[in-house]
Protein backbone atom coordinates (compact mmCIF):
# COMPACT_ATOMS: atom_id res chain seq x y z
CA UNK A 1 0.00 0.00 0.00
CA UNK A 2 2.86 2.17 0.68
CA UNK A 3 4.61 1.87 -1.96
CA UNK A 4 1.64 2.45 -4.26
CA UNK A 5 1.69 5.92 -2.41
CA UNK A 6 5.06 6.32 -3.71
CA UNK A 7 4.61 5.62 -6.85
CA UNK A 8 1.85 7.98 -7.26
CA UNK A 9 3.52 11.03 -6.17
CA UNK A 10 6.43 9.92 -7.91
CA UNK A 11 4.88 9.66 -10.92
CA UNK A 12 3.19 12.99 -10.23
CA UNK A 13 6.45 14.66 -10.05
CA UNK A 14 7.83 13.30 -13.17
CA UNK A 15 4.98 14.41 -14.75
CA UNK A 16 5.07 17.82 -13.37
CA UNK A 17 8.83 18.14 -14.18
CA UNK A 18 8.34 17.04 -18.33
CA UNK A 19 5.93 19.82 -17.67
CA UNK A 20 8.36 22.21 -16.63
CA UNK A 21 10.88 21.08 -19.49
CA UNK A 22 8.16 21.49 -22.12
CA UNK A 23 6.78 25.04 -20.74
CA UNK A 24 11.28 25.97 -20.38
CA UNK A 25 11.53 25.19 -23.84
CA UNK A 26 8.31 27.71 -25.10
CA UNK A 27 10.04 30.41 -22.48
CA UNK A 28 13.19 29.83 -24.55
CA UNK A 29 11.41 29.82 -28.04
CA UNK A 30 9.45 33.00 -27.26
CA UNK A 31 12.91 34.74 -26.04
CA UNK A 32 14.52 33.82 -29.30
CA UNK A 33 11.17 34.71 -31.26
CA UNK A 34 11.04 38.42 -29.55
CA UNK A 35 14.45 38.96 -30.40
CA UNK A 36 13.99 37.91 -33.84
CA UNK A 37 11.09 40.66 -34.06
CA UNK A 38 12.68 43.00 -32.70
CA UNK A 39 15.08 43.17 -35.04
CA UNK A 40 12.62 42.70 -37.55
CA UNK A 41 10.88 45.91 -36.32
CA UNK A 42 14.29 47.58 -36.35
CA UNK A 43 15.22 46.37 -40.02
CA UNK A 44 12.02 48.10 -41.31
CA UNK A 45 12.23 51.16 -39.39
CA UNK A 46 15.81 51.46 -40.98
CA UNK A 47 14.63 50.59 -44.54
CA UNK A 48 11.64 53.36 -44.22
CA UNK A 49 13.89 55.95 -42.99
CA UNK A 50 17.52 55.65 -45.10
CA UNK A 51 16.31 53.49 -48.19
CA UNK A 52 12.49 53.54 -49.24
CA UNK A 53 9.98 55.62 -47.12
CA UNK A 54 6.89 53.25 -48.23
CA UNK A 55 4.46 53.32 -46.00
CA UNK A 56 4.60 49.35 -46.02
CA UNK A 57 6.77 49.43 -43.90
CA UNK A 58 5.53 51.70 -40.79
CA UNK A 59 2.80 49.05 -41.56
CA UNK A 60 4.86 45.85 -40.92
CA UNK A 61 6.45 47.54 -38.16
CA UNK A 62 3.66 48.50 -36.55
CA UNK A 63 2.09 44.73 -36.45
CA UNK A 64 5.08 43.42 -35.32
CA UNK A 65 5.71 45.85 -32.43
CA UNK A 66 1.55 44.37 -31.41
CA UNK A 67 3.39 41.13 -31.83
CA UNK A 68 6.37 41.84 -30.02
CA UNK A 69 4.36 43.32 -26.91
CA UNK A 70 1.34 40.16 -26.99
CA UNK A 71 4.54 37.61 -27.12
CA UNK A 72 6.30 39.71 -23.72
CA UNK A 73 2.49 38.65 -22.12
CA UNK A 74 3.02 35.32 -22.95
CA UNK A 75 5.97 34.99 -22.36
CA UNK A 76 5.35 36.26 -18.76
CA UNK A 77 2.35 33.49 -18.35
CA UNK A 78 4.78 30.98 -19.46
CA UNK A 79 6.84 31.88 -16.66
CA UNK A 80 4.22 31.97 -14.25
CA UNK A 81 3.38 28.67 -15.07
CA UNK A 82 6.75 27.07 -14.59
CA UNK A 83 6.76 28.38 -11.19
CA UNK A 84 3.67 26.75 -10.49
CA UNK A 85 4.72 24.06 -11.85
CA UNK A 86 7.70 23.59 -9.79
CA UNK A 87 6.04 24.56 -6.76
CA UNK A 88 4.22 20.88 -7.58
CA UNK A 89 7.17 19.57 -8.22
CA UNK A 90 8.73 20.45 -4.59
CA UNK A 91 5.04 19.30 -3.29
CA UNK A 92 5.34 15.77 -4.60
CA UNK A 93 8.74 15.49 -3.33
CA UNK A 94 7.77 16.49 0.01
CA UNK A 95 5.50 13.73 -0.30
CA UNK A 96 8.34 11.33 -1.45
CA UNK A 97 10.49 12.52 1.83
CA UNK A 98 7.36 12.21 3.89
CA UNK A 99 6.60 8.64 2.97
CA UNK A 100 10.56 7.82 3.17
CA UNK A 101 10.74 8.66 6.66
CA UNK A 102 13.21 12.28 6.18
CA UNK A 103 10.70 15.01 7.05
CA UNK A 104 12.74 15.39 9.67
CA UNK A 105 14.61 17.76 7.34
CA UNK A 106 11.84 19.61 7.23
CA UNK A 107 12.27 23.42 7.86
CA UNK A 108 9.15 24.46 9.67
CA UNK A 109 9.49 22.43 13.05
CA UNK A 110 6.48 25.05 14.78
CA UNK A 111 9.24 26.01 17.21
CA UNK A 112 7.03 29.06 18.03
CA UNK A 113 4.25 27.38 19.12
CA UNK A 114 6.72 25.59 21.70
CA UNK A 115 5.40 26.31 25.16
CA UNK A 116 6.64 24.29 28.50
CA UNK A 117 3.86 25.35 30.08
CA UNK A 118 1.36 23.81 28.19
CA UNK A 119 -0.68 20.39 29.73
CA UNK A 120 0.67 18.58 27.38
CA UNK A 121 2.73 19.47 23.69
CA UNK A 122 6.03 19.56 24.90
CA UNK A 123 5.86 16.19 26.69
CA UNK A 124 4.48 14.60 23.95
CA UNK A 125 6.23 16.35 20.80
CA UNK A 126 3.58 18.26 19.24
CA UNK A 127 5.94 21.13 18.23
CA UNK A 128 9.49 21.41 18.02
CA UNK A 129 12.18 19.43 15.94
CA UNK A 130 10.69 16.03 15.30
CA UNK A 131 7.26 16.83 16.10
CA UNK A 132 3.65 16.27 15.05
CA UNK A 133 3.45 19.54 13.07
CA UNK A 134 6.45 19.48 11.70
CA UNK A 135 4.99 15.88 10.14
CA UNK A 136 1.75 17.12 9.26
CA UNK A 137 2.20 20.56 8.47
CA UNK A 138 0.95 21.77 5.15
CA UNK A 139 -0.10 25.10 5.05
CA UNK A 140 1.40 27.95 3.19
CA UNK A 141 1.19 31.18 5.34
CA UNK A 142 0.91 32.13 9.24
CA UNK A 143 -2.81 31.74 9.81
CA UNK A 144 -2.82 28.20 8.20
CA UNK A 145 -0.12 27.09 10.59
CA UNK A 146 -1.92 28.74 13.49
CA UNK A 147 -5.00 27.31 13.00
CA UNK A 148 -3.30 23.56 12.72
CA UNK A 149 -1.64 24.67 15.92
CA UNK A 150 -4.24 25.28 17.82
CA UNK A 151 -6.03 21.85 16.81
CA UNK A 152 -3.01 20.12 17.99
CA UNK A 153 -3.00 21.61 21.40
CA UNK A 154 -6.67 22.33 22.51
CA UNK A 155 -9.76 20.94 23.46
CA UNK A 156 -13.07 21.58 21.43
CA UNK A 157 -16.34 20.34 21.71
CA UNK A 158 -17.31 17.06 20.14
CA UNK A 159 -19.76 17.99 17.20
CA UNK A 160 -17.20 20.43 15.88
CA UNK A 161 -14.59 17.52 16.38
CA UNK A 162 -17.17 15.23 13.90
CA UNK A 163 -17.56 18.05 11.60
CA UNK A 164 -14.01 18.18 11.20
CA UNK A 165 -13.61 14.49 10.20
CA UNK A 166 -16.03 14.97 7.81
CA UNK A 167 -14.59 17.47 6.03
CA UNK A 168 -10.72 15.82 6.20
CA UNK A 169 -12.50 12.10 4.92
CA UNK A 170 -13.91 14.56 1.91
CA UNK A 171 -10.63 16.57 1.02
CA UNK A 172 -8.84 13.12 1.98
CA UNK A 173 -9.32 11.66 -2.05
CA UNK A 174 -8.71 15.60 -3.47
CA UNK A 175 -5.47 15.06 -3.67
CA UNK A 176 -5.37 17.47 -7.09
CA UNK A 177 -6.91 20.08 -5.38
CA UNK A 178 -5.45 19.91 -2.11
CA UNK A 179 -1.84 19.99 -4.43
CA UNK A 180 -3.36 23.37 -6.18
CA UNK A 181 -4.39 24.74 -2.95
CA UNK A 182 -1.16 24.64 -1.35
CA UNK A 183 1.27 25.74 -4.81
CA UNK A 184 -0.94 28.50 -4.93
CA UNK A 185 -0.14 29.61 -1.43
CA UNK A 186 3.77 29.29 -2.48
CA UNK A 187 4.15 30.63 -5.99
CA UNK A 188 4.32 34.53 -3.51
CA UNK A 189 5.67 32.99 -0.03
CA UNK A 190 2.79 33.92 2.27
CA UNK A 191 4.62 32.61 5.08
CA UNK A 192 7.06 35.78 5.22
CA UNK A 193 3.34 37.66 5.78
CA UNK A 194 4.07 37.16 9.76
CA UNK A 195 1.92 40.49 11.08
CA UNK A 196 -1.59 40.38 9.21
CA UNK A 197 -3.27 42.57 12.16
CA UNK A 198 -1.42 45.48 10.17
CA UNK A 199 -3.40 44.52 6.68
CA UNK A 200 -6.65 44.07 9.24
CA UNK A 201 -6.21 46.98 10.64
CA UNK A 202 -6.32 48.97 7.35
CA UNK A 203 -9.15 46.96 6.33
CA UNK A 204 -10.82 47.39 9.50
CA UNK A 205 -9.94 51.47 9.71
CA UNK A 206 -12.99 53.50 10.43
CA UNK A 207 -13.65 55.82 7.52
CA UNK A 208 -12.97 59.92 7.83
CA UNK A 209 -14.60 60.79 4.47
CA UNK A 210 -17.80 58.72 3.75
CA UNK A 211 -19.26 59.64 7.11
CA UNK A 212 -18.52 63.39 6.51
CA UNK A 213 -21.77 64.90 5.11
CA UNK A 214 -19.71 67.78 4.08
CA UNK A 215 -16.88 66.29 2.17
CA UNK A 216 -18.82 64.07 0.83
CA UNK A 217 -20.66 67.10 -0.53
CA UNK A 218 -17.57 69.20 -1.76
CA UNK A 219 -16.71 66.18 -4.14
CA UNK A 220 -19.20 67.79 -6.29
CA UNK A 221 -17.68 70.57 -7.36
CA UNK A 222 -16.30 69.94 -10.45
CA UNK A 223 -19.79 69.62 -11.76
CA UNK A 224 -20.29 73.24 -10.71
CA UNK A 225 -17.36 74.15 -12.20
CA UNK A 226 -17.69 72.87 -15.07
CA UNK A 227 -21.60 74.26 -15.29
CA UNK A 228 -19.95 77.31 -15.23
CA UNK A 229 -17.62 76.94 -17.61
CA UNK A 230 -20.65 75.82 -19.97
CA UNK A 231 -22.83 78.84 -19.05
CA UNK A 232 -19.84 81.54 -19.53
CA UNK A 233 -19.14 80.09 -23.21
CA UNK A 234 -22.54 80.82 -23.91
CA UNK A 235 -22.87 84.09 -22.36
CA UNK A 236 -25.05 83.26 -19.77
CA UNK A 237 -23.14 83.90 -16.76
CA UNK A 238 -19.73 86.09 -16.52
CA UNK A 239 -17.29 83.50 -18.19
CA UNK A 240 -14.32 84.68 -15.19
CA UNK A 241 -17.58 82.92 -12.55
CA UNK A 242 -15.90 79.21 -12.76
CA UNK A 243 -12.56 80.50 -11.09
CA UNK A 244 -13.67 80.86 -8.30
CA UNK A 245 -15.16 77.15 -7.53
CA UNK A 246 -12.05 75.99 -9.33
CA UNK A 247 -9.79 77.79 -6.84
CA UNK A 248 -11.81 76.30 -4.18
CA UNK A 249 -11.24 73.13 -6.24
CA UNK A 250 -7.30 73.69 -5.54
CA UNK A 251 -7.58 74.64 -1.70
CA UNK A 252 -8.98 70.93 -1.08
CA UNK A 253 -6.43 69.35 -3.07
CA UNK A 254 -4.23 71.35 -1.24
CA UNK A 255 -6.09 70.62 2.04
CA UNK A 256 -6.50 66.78 1.71
CA UNK A 257 -3.21 65.86 -0.32
CA UNK A 258 -1.57 64.58 2.84
CA UNK A 259 -4.58 62.48 3.99
CA UNK A 260 -4.51 61.51 0.58
CA UNK A 261 -1.28 60.57 0.00
CA UNK A 262 -0.77 58.26 3.37
CA UNK A 263 -3.88 56.32 2.49
CA UNK A 264 -2.69 55.60 -1.22
CA UNK A 265 0.51 54.49 0.22
CA UNK A 266 -0.77 52.34 2.77
CA UNK A 267 -3.11 50.66 0.12
CA UNK A 268 -0.48 50.14 -2.31
CA UNK A 269 1.16 47.87 -0.21
CA UNK A 270 -1.93 46.36 1.37
CA UNK A 271 -3.51 45.62 -2.61
CA UNK A 272 -0.10 43.67 -3.25
CA UNK A 273 -0.68 41.90 -0.04
CA UNK A 274 -4.38 40.97 -0.63
CA UNK A 275 -3.72 39.86 -4.29
CA UNK A 276 -1.36 36.89 -2.94
CA UNK A 277 -4.63 35.62 -0.98
CA UNK A 278 -7.49 36.04 -3.64
CA UNK A 279 -5.36 32.67 -5.51
CA UNK A 280 -6.31 31.10 -2.61
CA UNK A 281 -9.43 32.43 -2.16
CA UNK A 282 -10.70 31.61 -6.02
CA UNK A 283 -9.67 28.14 -5.48
CA UNK A 284 -12.14 27.60 -2.70
CA UNK A 285 -14.93 29.66 -4.51
CA UNK A 286 -15.67 27.23 -7.06
CA UNK A 287 -15.84 23.65 -5.23
CA UNK A 288 -19.05 21.73 -4.92
CA UNK A 289 -18.66 20.36 -0.93
CA UNK A 290 -20.58 18.04 0.87
CA UNK A 291 -19.18 17.91 4.78
CA UNK A 292 -21.54 20.38 7.17
CA UNK A 293 -18.33 22.52 8.03
CA UNK A 294 -16.43 23.22 4.51
CA UNK A 295 -20.13 23.91 3.21
CA UNK A 296 -20.46 26.82 6.23
CA UNK A 297 -16.52 27.89 5.49
CA UNK A 298 -17.32 28.17 2.28
CA UNK A 299 -20.61 30.23 3.01
CA UNK A 300 -18.81 32.45 5.38
CA UNK A 301 -16.63 34.49 2.09
CA UNK A 302 -20.16 35.06 -0.08
CA UNK A 303 -21.59 38.09 1.71
CA UNK A 304 -24.76 40.10 -0.30
CA UNK A 305 -23.92 37.66 -3.08
CA UNK A 306 -20.53 39.01 -3.86
CA UNK A 307 -17.93 36.84 -3.72
CA UNK A 308 -14.53 37.72 -2.44
CA UNK A 309 -12.80 37.37 -5.93
CA UNK A 310 -15.52 40.12 -7.15
CA UNK A 311 -14.38 42.30 -3.90
CA UNK A 312 -11.14 42.12 -4.23
CA UNK A 313 -11.13 42.56 -8.40
CA UNK A 314 -13.24 45.86 -7.29
CA UNK A 315 -10.07 46.65 -5.22
CA UNK A 316 -7.82 46.35 -8.23
CA UNK A 317 -10.23 48.71 -10.03
CA UNK A 318 -9.62 51.42 -7.05
CA UNK A 319 -5.77 50.88 -7.34
CA UNK A 320 -5.64 51.61 -11.01
CA UNK A 321 -7.59 54.91 -10.14
CA UNK A 322 -4.70 55.59 -7.56
CA UNK A 323 -2.05 54.83 -10.23
CA UNK A 324 -2.80 58.24 -11.77
CA UNK A 325 -0.29 59.67 -9.39
CA UNK A 326 2.70 59.00 -10.96
CA UNK A 327 1.20 60.45 -14.55
CA UNK A 328 2.82 64.26 -15.48
CA UNK A 329 -1.26 64.78 -16.04
CA UNK A 330 -2.46 64.17 -12.62
CA UNK A 331 -2.04 67.78 -11.14
CA UNK A 332 -4.20 68.81 -13.96
CA UNK A 333 -6.71 66.13 -13.84
CA UNK A 334 -6.87 66.23 -10.13
CA UNK A 335 -7.56 69.74 -9.76
CA UNK A 336 -10.28 69.52 -12.44
CA UNK A 337 -12.18 66.99 -11.47
CA UNK A 338 -10.98 66.22 -7.63
CA UNK A 339 -9.72 62.61 -9.35
CA UNK A 340 -7.81 61.58 -5.90
CA UNK A 341 -10.86 62.49 -3.37
CA UNK A 342 -13.17 60.48 -5.27
CA UNK A 343 -10.65 57.45 -5.32
CA UNK A 344 -10.81 58.22 -1.82
CA UNK A 345 -14.08 58.05 -0.98
CA UNK A 346 -14.57 54.57 -3.19
CA UNK A 347 -11.66 53.49 -0.94
CA UNK A 348 -13.24 54.05 2.57
CA UNK A 349 -16.70 52.65 0.64
CA UNK A 350 -14.55 49.39 -0.13
CA UNK A 351 -13.17 49.09 3.56
CA UNK A 352 -16.59 49.92 4.85
CA UNK A 353 -18.44 47.27 2.62
CA UNK A 354 -15.88 44.48 2.31
CA UNK A 355 -12.95 45.46 4.34
CA UNK A 356 -14.93 44.47 7.48
CA UNK A 357 -14.91 40.90 5.77
CA UNK A 358 -11.03 40.33 5.53
CA UNK A 359 -10.79 38.68 8.84
CA UNK A 360 -13.09 36.22 8.33
CA UNK A 361 -11.44 35.38 4.23
CA UNK A 362 -8.02 34.67 6.08
CA UNK A 363 -9.76 32.69 8.46
CA UNK A 364 -11.19 30.53 5.97
CA UNK A 365 -8.06 30.48 4.28
CA UNK A 366 -6.59 29.25 7.46
CA UNK A 367 -9.32 26.60 8.28
CA UNK A 368 -8.62 25.27 4.90
CA UNK A 369 -4.75 24.72 5.36
CA UNK A 370 -5.53 23.15 8.62
CA UNK A 371 -8.41 20.49 7.33
CA UNK A 372 -5.95 20.28 4.35
CA UNK A 373 -2.90 19.28 5.95
CA UNK A 374 -5.20 17.04 7.99
CA UNK A 375 -6.46 15.21 4.72
CA UNK A 376 -2.79 14.62 3.54
CA UNK A 377 -1.80 12.29 6.66
CA UNK A 378 -5.32 10.49 5.74
CA UNK A 379 -4.90 10.29 2.28
CA UNK A 380 -0.90 8.87 2.93
CA UNK A 381 -2.26 6.71 6.07
CA UNK A 382 -5.71 4.77 4.27
CA UNK A 383 -5.29 2.30 6.70
CA UNK A 384 -5.23 4.69 10.12
CA UNK A 385 -8.56 4.87 11.32
CA UNK A 386 -11.02 7.40 12.20
CA UNK A 387 -11.48 6.94 16.18
CA UNK A 388 -15.39 7.16 17.58
CA UNK A 389 -15.02 9.70 20.24
CA UNK A 390 -18.23 10.32 22.89
CA UNK A 391 -18.84 12.15 25.37
CA UNK A 392 -19.09 9.91 28.12
CA UNK A 393 -17.14 9.62 31.87
CA UNK A 394 -13.29 8.89 30.48
CA UNK A 395 -12.84 5.89 28.67
CA UNK A 396 -10.19 4.75 26.05
CA UNK A 397 -9.70 1.42 24.09
CA UNK A 398 -7.33 0.54 21.09
CA UNK A 399 -6.47 -2.08 19.06
CA UNK A 400 -2.96 -2.25 16.78
CA UNK A 401 -2.19 1.22 18.47
CA UNK A 402 0.89 2.74 17.37
CA UNK A 403 3.20 5.58 17.73
CA UNK A 404 2.13 7.69 14.20
CA UNK A 405 5.57 9.19 14.04
CA UNK A 406 7.57 5.84 13.76
CA UNK A 407 8.27 4.67 10.19
CA UNK A 408 6.04 1.83 9.61
CA UNK A 409 8.70 -0.77 9.24
CA UNK A 410 9.85 -0.28 12.75
CA UNK A 411 6.32 0.56 14.32
CA UNK A 412 5.11 -1.81 16.85
CA UNK A 413 1.53 -1.75 18.05
CA UNK A 414 -0.12 -2.65 20.85
CA UNK A 415 -3.71 -3.16 21.95
CA UNK A 416 -4.92 -1.18 25.17
CA UNK A 417 -8.10 -0.56 27.47
CA UNK A 418 -8.93 1.36 30.17
CA UNK A 419 -12.70 1.19 30.18
CA UNK A 420 -13.79 3.73 33.04
CA UNK A 421 -13.25 6.62 35.47
CA UNK A 422 -10.59 5.22 38.16
CA UNK A 423 -8.87 2.85 35.53
CA UNK A 424 -5.10 3.86 36.01
CA UNK A 425 -2.22 1.09 34.17
CA UNK A 426 1.31 0.84 36.28
CA UNK A 427 3.48 0.65 33.17
CA UNK A 428 6.85 -1.19 34.74
CA UNK A 429 9.80 -2.22 32.46
CA UNK A 430 13.59 -1.66 32.54
CA UNK A 431 15.79 1.21 30.89
CA UNK A 432 14.60 1.79 26.85
CA UNK A 433 12.12 -1.02 26.50
CA UNK A 434 9.36 1.36 25.65
CA UNK A 435 7.32 2.43 28.65
CA UNK A 436 7.80 6.71 27.96
CA UNK A 437 7.12 5.37 23.83
CA UNK A 438 3.92 3.99 24.66
CA UNK A 439 2.82 6.76 26.63
CA UNK A 440 3.82 9.29 24.42
CA UNK A 441 1.82 6.50 21.79
CA UNK A 442 -1.32 7.11 23.34
CA UNK A 443 -1.44 10.98 24.01
CA UNK A 444 -0.28 11.59 20.36
CA UNK A 445 -3.07 9.67 19.10
CA UNK A 446 -5.57 11.27 21.40
CA UNK A 447 -4.35 14.57 20.24
CA UNK A 448 -4.56 13.48 16.18
CA UNK A 449 -8.66 11.92 17.12
CA UNK A 450 -9.47 15.58 18.81
CA UNK A 451 -7.84 17.47 15.98
CA UNK A 452 -10.86 15.26 13.56
CA UNK A 453 -7.87 13.08 11.91
CA UNK A 454 -7.00 9.65 11.95
CA UNK A 455 -5.16 7.85 14.09
CA UNK A 456 -2.63 5.28 14.31
CA UNK A 457 -4.64 1.96 15.10
CA UNK A 458 -7.17 -0.20 13.36
CA UNK A 459 -10.17 0.75 16.09
CA UNK A 460 -10.15 3.45 18.78
CA UNK A 461 -12.67 4.48 20.89
CA UNK A 462 -12.17 7.34 23.33
CA UNK A 463 -14.35 9.72 25.39
CA UNK A 464 -14.18 13.43 25.56
CA UNK A 465 -11.37 14.11 27.35
CA UNK A 466 -8.18 17.00 28.56
CA UNK A 467 -4.66 15.99 28.08
CA UNK A 468 -2.08 16.05 30.77
CA UNK A 469 1.26 14.55 30.89
CA UNK A 470 4.37 14.90 33.17
CA UNK A 471 6.83 13.40 31.15
CA UNK A 472 10.06 15.58 30.44
CA UNK A 473 10.06 17.77 33.26
CA UNK A 474 13.19 20.39 33.84
CA UNK A 475 14.73 22.55 35.99
CA UNK A 476 14.23 26.74 35.80
CA UNK A 477 17.40 28.26 36.64
CA UNK A 478 15.84 31.89 36.18
CA UNK A 479 12.72 31.15 38.59
CA UNK A 480 15.03 29.26 40.64
CA UNK A 481 13.15 26.11 40.36
CA UNK A 482 14.75 22.31 40.59
CA UNK A 483 13.66 19.36 38.31
CA UNK A 484 11.91 17.54 41.55
CA UNK A 485 9.94 21.01 42.13
CA UNK A 486 9.29 21.43 38.86
CA UNK A 487 7.64 17.71 38.89
CA UNK A 488 5.58 18.45 42.24
CA UNK A 489 4.14 21.43 40.06
CA UNK A 490 3.18 19.14 37.04
CA UNK A 491 1.30 16.41 39.12
CA UNK A 492 -0.60 18.93 41.14
CA UNK A 493 -1.66 20.18 37.76
CA UNK A 494 -3.21 17.10 36.92
CA UNK A 495 -4.77 16.68 40.25
CA UNK A 496 -6.08 19.84 40.34
CA UNK A 497 -7.75 19.47 37.34
CA UNK A 498 -8.92 16.18 38.10
CA UNK A 499 -10.61 17.59 41.31
CA UNK A 500 -12.56 20.06 39.11
CA UNK A 501 -14.68 16.71 38.22
CA UNK A 502 -14.00 17.20 34.28
CA UNK A 503 -12.97 13.81 32.82
CA UNK A 504 -9.23 13.95 32.03
CA UNK A 505 -6.48 11.79 30.88
CA UNK A 506 -3.29 11.83 32.31
CA UNK A 507 0.25 10.53 31.38
CA UNK A 508 3.04 10.62 34.03
CA UNK A 509 6.45 9.07 33.11
CA UNK A 510 9.01 7.97 35.81
CA UNK A 511 6.74 9.75 38.66
CA UNK A 512 8.99 11.54 41.27
CA UNK A 513 12.33 10.08 39.75
CA UNK A 514 13.64 13.50 41.05
CA UNK A 515 13.77 12.38 44.89
CA UNK A 516 15.01 9.30 47.06
CA UNK A 517 13.22 5.89 47.01
CA UNK A 518 11.31 6.08 50.11
CA UNK A 519 9.63 9.48 49.49
CA UNK A 520 9.27 8.86 45.39
CA UNK A 521 6.93 5.42 46.63
CA UNK A 522 4.96 7.40 49.16
CA UNK A 523 4.49 10.36 47.21
CA UNK A 524 3.52 8.34 44.16
CA UNK A 525 1.14 5.82 46.36
CA UNK A 526 -0.31 9.08 47.58
CA UNK A 527 -0.74 10.47 44.08
CA UNK A 528 -2.05 7.50 41.86
CA UNK A 529 -4.80 6.48 45.18
CA UNK A 530 -5.86 9.46 44.82
CA UNK A 531 -6.56 9.71 41.20
CA UNK A 532 -8.22 6.65 41.24
CA UNK A 533 -10.71 8.31 43.32
CA UNK A 534 -11.57 11.01 40.92
CA UNK A 535 -13.12 11.53 37.42
CA UNK A 536 -9.59 10.07 35.35
CA UNK A 537 -7.66 7.46 33.61
CA UNK A 538 -4.25 7.35 32.86
CA UNK A 539 -1.35 5.40 32.58
CA UNK A 540 1.96 5.78 34.72
CA UNK A 541 5.27 4.49 34.16
CA UNK A 542 7.65 3.56 37.18
CA UNK A 543 11.05 1.62 37.97
CA UNK A 544 9.71 1.10 41.46
CA UNK A 545 8.59 -2.21 41.50
CA UNK A 546 6.86 -1.80 45.20
CA UNK A 547 4.03 0.76 43.27
CA UNK A 548 2.88 -3.28 41.57
CA UNK A 549 0.87 -3.64 45.01
CA UNK A 550 -1.57 -1.15 44.50
CA UNK A 551 -3.49 -3.71 42.38
CA UNK A 552 -4.11 -5.62 45.45
CA UNK A 553 -5.84 -2.26 46.62
CA UNK A 554 -8.13 -1.00 43.52
CA UNK A 555 -9.40 -3.88 40.83
CA UNK A 556 -9.11 -0.23 38.76
CA UNK A 557 -5.44 -0.24 39.02
CA UNK A 558 -3.93 -2.66 36.74
CA UNK A 559 -0.06 -3.87 36.12
CA UNK A 560 1.40 -4.07 32.92
CA UNK A 561 4.79 -4.41 31.60
CA UNK A 562 7.33 -3.80 28.22
CA UNK A 563 10.00 -6.93 28.49
CA UNK A 564 13.63 -6.85 27.39
CA UNK A 565 16.08 -9.94 26.14
CA UNK A 566 19.87 -9.56 27.21
CA UNK A 567 22.22 -11.96 24.82
CA UNK A 568 25.65 -11.69 25.64
CA UNK A 569 26.38 -7.85 25.01
CA UNK A 570 23.21 -7.17 23.30
CA UNK A 571 19.69 -6.28 24.53
CA UNK A 572 16.45 -7.30 22.38
CA UNK A 573 13.40 -5.02 22.79
CA UNK A 574 10.32 -6.53 21.23
CA UNK A 575 8.39 -3.56 22.42
CA UNK A 576 5.26 -5.51 23.46
CA UNK A 577 2.81 -4.62 26.30
CA UNK A 578 2.34 -7.35 28.67
CA UNK A 579 0.06 -7.62 31.31
CA UNK A 580 2.14 -8.20 34.84
CA UNK A 581 5.15 -7.17 36.74
CA UNK A 582 8.54 -6.53 34.56
CA UNK A 583 10.92 -8.86 35.98
CA UNK A 584 13.98 -7.50 34.28
CA UNK A 585 16.29 -4.82 34.88
CA UNK A 586 18.97 -3.94 32.26
CA UNK A 587 21.05 -1.06 34.38
CA UNK A 588 24.26 -2.63 34.88
CA UNK A 589 23.95 -4.59 31.53
CA UNK A 590 23.98 -1.13 29.45
CA UNK A 591 26.76 0.48 31.70
CA UNK A 592 28.93 -3.00 30.31
CA UNK A 593 27.89 -2.71 26.91
CA UNK A 594 28.85 1.19 26.76
CA UNK A 595 32.15 1.08 29.19
CA UNK A 596 31.38 2.20 32.30
CA UNK A 597 32.10 -1.25 33.49
CA UNK A 598 34.45 -4.03 32.58
CA UNK A 599 32.73 -7.32 31.91
CA UNK A 600 33.44 -9.94 33.77
Not at 53 to 62: K, M, Q
Not at 267 to 276: A, P, S, W
Request: aromatic content about 10%; some cysteine; charged content about 20%.
Amino acid sequence: MKSNLYKKYEKLKNDYEKKVVKKKKQSDFLVFLRSLIFLSIVGFLLAYTFFLANPIYLFLSGILIVVFFLLIVKHNRIKESVKYLEKLCQINDTALQRLSGKWANFSNTGNRFLNPEHPYSSDLNIFGQGSLFQYINAATFYIGEEKLAKLLSSSDDLDQIHQRQQAVAELKPRLNWRQHFQALGMLDDLKQIKNTEKLLTWAESKPLLINNKYLSLIRFFPFITFGLVVLGLFHLTPLYLWILPLAIQIIIVAFTEKTVHQAFSETGKTVKEIKRYSALLNCIEPENFEAPLLVKLKDKLVADGYTPSQQIKNLFKIAERMALRYSSLHIIINISTLWDLHTLIKLESWKNKSGQKLRTWLSVIGEFEALSSLAGLAHDHPDWAFPEITKSSPTFSASSLGHPLIKDETRVCNNISLPGPGTILLITGSNMSGKSTFLRTIGINLVLAYAGAPVCAKKLCCSLMDIYSSMQVSDNLEQNVSTFYAELKRIKLIVDAAKTGKPIIFLIDEIFNGTNSKDRILGAQAVIKNLNKLNTIGLVSTHDLELSRLETESPLIKNYHFRDEITGERINFDYRLRPGVSQSTNAMALMKIIGLLETE
